[in-house]
Each structure stands twice: as C-alpha cells, then as structure tokens.
C-alpha cells in the first residue's frame, strides 16, 4: 500500500480515490478593504485585548470571517446534520473523515505534465537537447538542469531520449528516501566518483546562492563551504561519501522528510498564479458574524451611527416635501443627506483635528483608524444620491414643463427655474458639480493611483476646492453644513496622501526645528521646489523622536516624483566637478501657508555607499528650508518645505505591554522610528554602579512606556533591502547586549526576527546546501553572514501561525501588532492573528457551537462549549441520545464521526494534536436520566501520538464524580493505550476489553470509566458495557450524557 499524505491545502486541491478526482470545496475567505496609506503602505493595528483572547481592530477597517466548515464530510456549511454520499452511493455520516491523496499519484500528475512539456518542446523526435530541457522545467539556475541531465546522458552526446529522463524522474517520485538522498548524491558529484570534495560543494553552495538571491563574498563563500565541509566530513577524509552526506542531513530535523514527501519539487517550474477562491461568504454574513460585532465594535457603531443620521434626514426631507411630485420628493430626500455627507467627507480628512482626538480619551470610542476607509465610503454614497439626485430632478423638470410655460430643456439648461443660492444657478451648479464628481471619482480609483499615475488623482482631486464653492452656490442650506468645518479645514491646509511603491531609497536627514514634536510612527508631507512646485508628499518619519536637531525621511523611488528625487541626487557623475550653486530662498508655492515651516542653509548630502542620504542644517534667518547635497565633490543646494507632522495608530506603542512590529520592505520606516524611540528610552533608564562597572535598567515610569516586550519582524524580498536600517539593528542589538529584561535580567526587551523572502528554505532541495552551511555559521560565529546581524535571517516567507503561538507564550501580557507593508500580505497576517488556536482563543461573549481552529497550518472544525464550566473549552466527546453508534473501529477513532452539533468523537489525532500544544486541563460532564449532573476535572491532559497508540496521560483530579481514570490497581487507566475493537492495546491476557464491554477507551484490565460504551438508557443487568463513571454509578447504569472537554491554562 503506498504512503498516504493528508491534504494541506484545504482550500484548492483535488483528492483522488477509487482513481477518479474530486474537488474539496473552499469555504474560507477573508473580506478585506483597502487601508490606510503610509509611505505607500499599509499601516495596520491588531490588538489582543486580553491575555487569552484574541480581537482585533485595523485601520482599514477589514473584516474577519470564521469560515464555515470547509472540511467536506462537516454535514454541510450549516451542520445540520445531512449525512454526505460518495459517488458510489455510500453514506458517510464521518464530519471528520480526512480527504486523503497518494503522494506518488500527487507527484505522478507532475511527472505526467513534466513529460507532455518535454514531448511538445521535442516535437516529432524522440530525443532532447539541454537547452530545450532547461526551456521546459523553468529552472532559475542552470546548474540543477545541467546536472540532471548530464546524468541522464550517459554517453555525453548532448542529447537524451525522453524516455532517459523520464525514467529517472519516476525514480526520484517513486524511490525510497534512501534512494532519493542518493540521487541528490550524485547530482551533486560533478566528476560523479561517488565522493564529494570541497571544490564541488562550493560549487553547489554558489548556486543555492543563486537560486536565493544570496550575495556572499568570495571569502564567505570560502568560510561557508569550509564550516558545512568539515561538519559533514567526520571521518577527516577530505572527502564526503554519501553515508556522511545521509547523517549531515539528519542532523536537521525535516529536511530528509520533506525530501522523502516530494522530491520532485525542486524541477517544478515556479508558479506565480494566484489561486482562485471558489467561494466566498456573502456580505450580509460576514457582516452579522458574531466576530465581526466583536472585533469591530467602533466601526459598527459609526456605521450604525452613520445610517441612523441619514435615514433620519431623509425621512425628515420626505416629511417636509410630502405634498409634491415623487421626483421632486426623491430629489429633497437625496439633496438633505448630500448636504451632510458633503460635510463629513471633509471632516473625515481633518488630518490635525484627528491627531489632536488621538491624544484625547476619545481615541478610545472613536473608529480614529478608519477615517480613509471611512472617506472612500462616504464618497460612494455621495456618487450614489447624487445620481439619484439629479435623475430626479430631470423627472421633476419633465413634469413641471408639462405643467408650465417652460420646455424641459428651458429648465435644465438655463436659470428659467430660478433655484439655487443665487437665483437660478442650481441647474447650471448641479451639472458642473456632476461633471467635477465624476472626474474625481474615476481618477481616485485603484487603478489610476496604482498604475504610476499618482499625479493624475493628486491634480483631480484637487477639484474639491469648485466642488465645495459650487455646492454653496448650488443648494441654499449647505453653507449651514459647511461652515464650521470648512474654517477648520482652511487652518488644516488640506492635502491628499499618496502610495509609493517600492524601488530604490533615498535617505533624506533633515534638521529639526524647535517646535516640530512629533510622535513615534508620524508622518509628513514634503515639497522640495525644484523637483515640483506644487506636489505635497507624504513619508513617514523614520527617526526617533529623541534624536535632536534632525529628522530622517526614507523615500522609495516609484512614482514619478519619488523617481526625479532620486534621479536628482542620481545625475552627478562622481567623475564630473560643480561648483556650490547658490538658490534663493522662495516662498512656498501652495497657495495655502503650510503649518510647519522651518528654515534651512548650507545643508549637505554625503553619498553614502548603500544608500543617498541628504543633511540638513537649521538658520533661523532664512525664510525656507535648503538641502546643499554634496555628492563626495559634488555639491548643490535645494530648497525644502514641511508640513506635520500628522499621526498614526503607532501613537499606541508606548501604552502596550507587547507589542509586534511588522514592517515589509520600506514599511519598515514607522518601526524604525518606534525601535529607536524604545532604545532611547533604555539609555535613559540606565543605572551604573558606582563601585564597579555593572550596569542595570531601572524602572520606567507607566507614563514614559508600559512595554514590557517588542517583537520586530522585517521581512524583505532580497538580501540590499536589510542594509536600509542594518546599523540601526545593529545598535539595538548593542544596546541589548548588557540584558534589558525587567523580569529578567537576561532576558531581551526587543526580539528581532528577520526574513527574506526569495532565499530558498532549508526544507527545498535547492537550498539545503546553503541553508545548512549559513546556519553551521551561525552557530560557530553566532553572526549572520547575511545580514551582519546576531540574529539569523530567515529564509522564505514567515509561518505566521508558528509566529503568533511564539509570541502568546512569552506571556508579556496584553499583545497589539502594528503592521506597514502590501495590502496582501496585511490580509495574511490578520488571518493568523485572528485564527483560533483552540476554543480557547474564542471570545468569551461568544455562544456555544462549531468553530472553525487553526491549530497548525491546517484547521477544521470543533465544538466549542462557553457555557458548561465557563468559555473557552473545546469538546472532542459528546453524548446525549445515543443516535450515533460509539462501536467503532480505530480509524475511526482516529480521524473522527459524528456530527458535530449531536453526538461526535472529535478523533485522537486531533485530540493529540491540540493537548500537546500548551499544558490543557480535562473536563468531565456527566448526566444521569433523573436530572442529576456531576463532574470531573483534571489540571493536566494530554494523549500521546499514534506510534504511542495515543497513550493517556492525566493528573491531579477535583470534582464531584469522583476519580474514575487514576484509581489504583489494575483498572486504573492513566497511562494506558486506546484500544478499539479492532486493535486491542490493553493489558489483558485473556480479552480484547474494548470489544468485551462494547467501548473504545483507554482500558487496561480493563477499566473504572467507559464513556464511550454502548448507550443503554440508565440501569442495566450486563455489566460494564454502558456508558460508565464507575465512582459515581458503578458498573450497572448507563449515563444519559456526557460531555468531555480541554481547556488550555498556565
């Protein structure tokens, strides 16, 4: 029987049986809305709101679906019980029965697929040339393709059958581990003597760099090889044979395992294809989940607060319009809620009025987050009424013409109907206003601002200064709606923000004015004349605020100012000489003084070697701000404007107790000014002794910070994008080195975890070479060869799921993460935030039922009990009716029966998957036919896995039941295998218990408990084959309901 793999990807694969395929359906999806933009990223806070629950809230207001079951014999989306049937007729009532796929028929659809690519390239032939093999596979790096073959060409022709090459690939698919780690052998052994010497492992080395966008020098090449050589080669040969490069792999734990499930995977082409959901919830049930309410209760209240004044305003323009025409009724109904949208349009883009509400209290009831979210809604509907708006008018205009001296045309196009602020001019203001809303409203969507078209949207946008005067000129009423906040609006000089992509950087070092505070994470809005004299740019600021006399500003090079700064400093050839060009001071070009001005001269730009960095000098006497960019020789003087700074949720960092900074690529400029912020702040709190050079961290103050952990990941597609920030970390790591633990001493305030995306992961047979020479490395010089820094860098993307269960058990208290990066990847980090290990992770509020867990990368569905014994208990038995038959076999046992809502065995491979992650305590409810209720409880539970045949472990007993699994003697169950009718693991000579006393259990000789035994309906005359709690009922009475459930705990 060939090995059998369970699908880990439940959401797009094809299960194969009985040699038909069949689709798993997706039931898991995750609506998301665009977010607010930082630098061209997003910026995002999660927030766990108590040590074991988890909610969440982001500025782009995206919402979390729990998704139905999407395990495909779950009875259904719904549960309801509907008993699925194969395609041969067969019921199956299992809500737990795995989809399975072969391994070797996985591979073999590839191998089939692989051999139609090389027939088509081949043609009418029946052999192959290297080249035309490397144009099939797709291979990145020749060397993996050249080997291949070469080994396939046995008679160095330069060409090979089909059939050569296919043969080898099916051993490769087919093989025993032991045969696959020798094919890898010999694809290795370039002069293919059967031993590896160092010149080849170098060679392989330098390619799995390749194949990861790795740049190491040519001495770290040499070091590389040097330390995974002399590991690998015990026998002090000079040489390494294959069973050495056999034990060299097993030294890593999963590597020869991943090997051993697909190592075909290395000659697969990449597939950069997005796989397409084939369902997703609908808006209303996304929207009355009971997680959304949870997760999102201020951005449902503005909601509801939002539809309330609107509905009421309508109602109240029906009301006063009731006895005319229905156009014209439609038309005041839409005109009343206009006037108060066109209002809060303008109030939700109040930059400074909402930095100013983040430092109030309430920050804490206001949805202060959301206001572009919020923006971009409100102008939906504003598009929405008013196209109703004006077809209504044009309705009423038709019936008022047949009832007047006036055509249609009289009305619509000239001042006959006398409306408006100034009589007449509503016609003519409404049509301008229409034109200048649908301008701005095709010119703001994604497309045109994501399609390097930036200015395209900034300039249209503009267009709100005539939309507002029309609108005053247009409805007689709007000057009420618009007058407070449009005077606040004209002090806040209102400008739009704007999304940069990633490219190259510009380091721009600005000094600081004495009146310019700022706050961790804030951003400002730049203009330098001589790139463009009416542009406003928005970048975070990446200092600390505790950096005197300047700030910094990290630029990506995307759009196209972004790209004419960067070209601007980029155009002086080292080679060529300038003389210092002198500019005069210019007043800035908006028409609208900016709040912040400082005033600049003689400033210089030295080059550094991996970044441009501009520095800036403060003169007091001058009227604007100059940058002097000095490249090595080169020097010239520019002039430069700001306007900040404007806050962000990072202005929260200092009032959590853990917080998570997520930064990708240049989203990590926020979390660069945060990290410098915390590092200040350990300086300041530095004690020294007096009699000796001991050094220690004092007390911070619950006003200077709460942070008692950060934990920073960066992530970066190539290894040039760490060097942005690389001497900041490596101070931080500096800083750390005399231990910051207040707890403990050695025990580090800031854990950094790094990761690069395009390098290949140790587990991938093209970067199992590198990956364990670079962590060899590591050990030996405990510096990473990548970065330079102490902590290793990763390779691949993050397991988010194995990230967030990391970071809930340091137990530092409550958790936010803070996450600045691709809307995308923003999506995937809020799913594994929000994505429940165990019941326990439910919110409390939450009601009884099916949930949807997430304890690994695979999920499925359990029943969470938050009444019986308080929230938070997952349920792997239950009992109440006897309905479903417990006289089961042990696979089914394994895997799981039943329905989820009635009568189920979760299964013992889920039952040990989540008890060994966490200490967990049992609970037992039993229920008797008279009414009466019992318990039992344990403070530590655990099964064991299946070569352990899911041993029973459980300790220290409390309850009301009685003690019915720890007795003493022979029957006492605590450390006993399960057995099943059809495996008997107990410790009778004589008899299989569990088919003597018709239950699955963890017998011995055989028991005091049987809760899974046949269900009997109370006294019994058998004896001990009902559902028994021996210390409670004895042997002779059969129990009506039981109820067994974990609960993780301290």
């Given at each position: ?153 046995s008679n160095n022709s330069g060409t090979t059958d089909i059939l050569n090459l296919t043969t080898p690939l099916m051993k490769v698919t087919k093989g025993t581990p032991s045969q696959r780690l020798k094919f890898l052998f010999d694809l290795y052994d370039v002069d293919g003597n059967g031993k590896l010497d160092i010149e080849e492992l170098m060679t392989v080395l330098r390619c799995c760099m390749e194949e990861s966008s790795v ?54 082409p990449q597939d950069n294809s997005k796989k397409k959901t084939k369902s997703t919830p609908s808006c209303c049930s996304k929207l009355c989940s009971k997680n959304y309410f949870a997760n999102n209760l201020r951005k449902v209240l503005f909601y509801v607060w939002y539809a309330v004044v609107n509905i009421v305003l309508m109602g109240y323009a029906g009301y006063l319009y009731r006895e005319e025409n229905g156009f014209l009724i ?573 009568e189920f065995w979760l299964g013992n491979k889920y039952i040990h998957l989540l008890t060994s992650i966490g200490k967990k305590k049992l609970y037992i409810y039993l229920e008797d036919f008279e009414g009466n209720s019992t318990y039992a409880e344990y403070s530590d539970f655990s099964i064991g896995d299946a070569t352990t045949n899911y041993t029973l472990n459980v300790d220290g007993y409390n309850g009301t039941a009685g003690d ?87």
């Amino acid at each position: 029987m060939s090995a059998k793999y369970r699908i880990d990807d439940p959401y797009n694969s094809t299960v194969t049986e009985n040699g038909q395929q069949k689709s798993t359906e997706e039931s898991s999806a995750l609506a998301y809305d665009n977010a607010m933009y930082q630098s061209g990223s997003e910026l995002k806070q999660y927030h766990k709101v108590e040590d074991n629950e988890v909610q969440i809230t982001l500025n782009d207001g995206s919402d979390n679906i729990i998704s139905p079951n999407n395990r495909p014999n779950n009875n259904g989306p719904n549960n309801n019980g509907t008993n699925h049937t194969s395609k041969d007729g067969k019921s199956n009532d299992n809500p737990w029965k795995e989809e399975y796929f072969d391994s070797v028929e996985e591979e073999t659809k590839w191998l089939t697929w692989m051999e139609s690519q090389l027939k088509k390239i081949a043609g009418n032939k029946s052999e192959i040339t290297l080249q035309q093999f490397k144009n099939a596979i797709g291979l990145k790096q020749c060397f993996f393709a050249e080997r291949f073959f070469a080994l396939c060409d046995s008679n160095n022709s330069g060409t090979t059958d089909i059939l050569n090459l296919t043969t080898p690939l099916m051993k490769v698919t087919k093989g025993t581990p032991s045969q696959r780690l020798k094919f890898l052998f010999d694809l290795y052994d370039v002069d293919g003597n059967g031993k590896l010497d160092i010149e080849e492992l170098m060679t392989v080395l330098r390619c799995c760099m390749e194949e990861s966008s790795v740049k190491l020098s040519e001495d770290d090449l040499e070091n590389l090889t040097a330390v995974l050589f002399e590991s690998a080669d015990t026998k002090n040969i000079g040489y390494i044979s294959f069973d050495e490069f056999k034990n060299e792999l097993e030294k890593h734990p999963g590597v020869i395992e991943n090997l051993t499930i697909s190592a075909a995977q290395w000659l697969k082409p990449q597939d950069n294809s997005k796989k397409k959901t084939k369902s997703t919830p609908s808006c209303c049930s996304k929207l009355c989940s009971k997680n959304y309410f949870a997760n999102n209760l201020r951005k449902v209240l503005f909601y509801v607060w939002y539809a309330v004044v609107n509905i009421v305003l309508m109602g109240y323009a029906g009301y006063l319009y009731r006895e005319e025409n229905g156009f014209l009724i439609t038309a005041r109904v839409c005109g009343l809620p206009l006037n108060f949208n066109c209002m809060l349009i303008l109030i939700l883009m109040m930059r400074k009025s909402l930095t100013y509400l983040r430092l109030t209290f309430w920050n804490n009831f206001l949805p202060l987050d959301h206001n572009i979210l919020f923006h971009k809604r409100v102008g939906i509907i504003i598009f929405i009424l008013s196209i109703i708006h004006t077809g209504a008018h044009i309705g009423n205009a038709v019936v008022v013409a047949d009832e007047s001296e006036f055509t249609v045309a009289d009305i619509l196009v000239t001042d006959a109907a006398e409306l408006g602020t100034i009589i007449g001019s509503a016609y003519f203001t409404g049509w301008a206003l229409d034109i200048i809303l649908i301008i701005m409203i095709i010119c703001s969507m994604e497309f045109v601002r994501r399609s390097g078209h930036f200015e395209i949207f900034y300039w249209t946008h503009i267009c709100y200064i005539p939309f507002w005067i029309l609108l005053i000129f247009h409805g007689p009423n709007f000057w009420k709606w618009f007058i407070a906040p449009g005077f606040i609006f004209i002090g806040e000089k209102y400008q739009e923000e704007v999304s940069l992509l990633s490219s190259s950087v510009t380091h721009l070092e600005i000094s600081r004015p004495d009146n310019f505070a700022y706050q961790p994470g804030d951003y400002v809005f730049i203009q330098i004349p001589v790139i463009s004299r009416h542009e406003w740019h928005p970048f975070t600021v990446s200092s600390a605020p505790e950096l005197d006399g300047r700030i910094w500003l990290h630029i990506r090079s995307a759009g196209n100012w972004t790209k004419s700064l960067y070209k601007y400093f980029d155009q002086y050839d080292p080679g060529e000489t300038y003389d210092e060009e002198t500019v005069a001071s210019l007043a800035p070009t908006n028409p609208i003084d900016r709040r912040m001005r400082a005033t600049l001269k003689h400033n210089s730009l030295a080059e550094e070697k991996k970044s441009r960095s501009l520095r800036l000098t403060n003169d007091p006497k001058e009227e604007a701000r100059e940058i002097r960019v000095a490249l090595r020789n080169k020097i010239v003087k520019i002039q430069c404007y700001i306007d900040g700074p404007y806050g962000t949720a990072t202005r929260e960092i200092f009032t959590t107790e853990h917080a998570v900074l997520i930064g990708a690529g240049i989203g990590v400029t926020p979390m660069a000014s945060i990290l410098q912020s915390v590092m200040y702040k350990f300086k300041a709190s530095k004690r020294h002794c007096p009699s000796c050079s001991h050094e220690w961290l004092g007390e911070f103050t619950t006003e200077a910070m709460k942070l008692k952990k950060v934990d920073f990941i960066w992530i970066n597609r190539d290894q040039k994008a760490f060097e942005w920030f690389i001497s900041l970390l490596t101070a931080l790591e500096v800083e750390q080195s005399i231990g910051h633990g207040r707890d403990n001493p050695d025990e580090k305030i800031i854990d950094m975890h790094m990761y690069m995306t395009a390098a290949v992961k140790k587990t991938e047979m093209k970067g199992i070479g590198l990956q364990i020479a670079l962590d060899l490395m590591h050990e030996k010089s405990q510096r990473d060869l990548i970065t330079g820094l102490q902590v290793k860098t990763q390779p691949g993307r993050p397991d988010w799921n194995k990230v967030f269960k990391e970071i809930s058990s340091k137990q530092k208290g409550k958790v936010k993460v803070f996450f600045c990066g691709a809307p995308q990847l923003g999506k995937t980090i809020k799913l594994a935030f929000l994505r429940p290990r165990d019941c326990s992770d439910i919110h409390p509020g939450s009601l009884s039922g099916v949930y949807t867990i997430y304890p690994t990368d695979e999920h499925f569905n359990v029943y969470c009990d938050m009444d019986t014994a308080g929230p938070g208990w997952t349920v792997f038995q239950r009992r109440t009716d006897g309905t479903m038959d417990f006289y089961q076999g042990w696979y089914e046992f394994e895997i799981g029966f039943g329905n989820l809502e009635t009568e189920f065995w979760l299964g013992n491979k889920y039952i040990h998957l989540l008890t060994s992650i966490g200490k967990k305590k049992l609970y037992i409810y039993l229920e008797d036919f008279e009414g009466n209720s019992t318990y039992a409880e344990y403070s530590d539970f655990s099964i064991g896995d299946a070569t352990t045949n899911y041993t029973l472990n459980v300790d220290g007993y409390n309850g009301t039941a009685g003690d019915s699994l720890m007795i003493a003697g022979d029957r006492n169950q605590n450390g006993m295998m399960f057995s099943t009718k059809d495996r008997d693991n107990d410790r009778y000579p004589d008899y299989d218990c569990a088919q003597k006393y018709k239950g699955a259990w963890w017998h011995n000789m055989c028991h005091w408990a049987n809760l899974n035994g046949a269900y009997l309906g109370g006294p019994h005359s058998s004896f001990a084959d009902g559902i028994e709690w021996y210390t409670w009922k004895g042997y002779r009475y059969s129990l009506k309901s039981t109820k067994m459930m974990f609960k993780g705990h301290l």
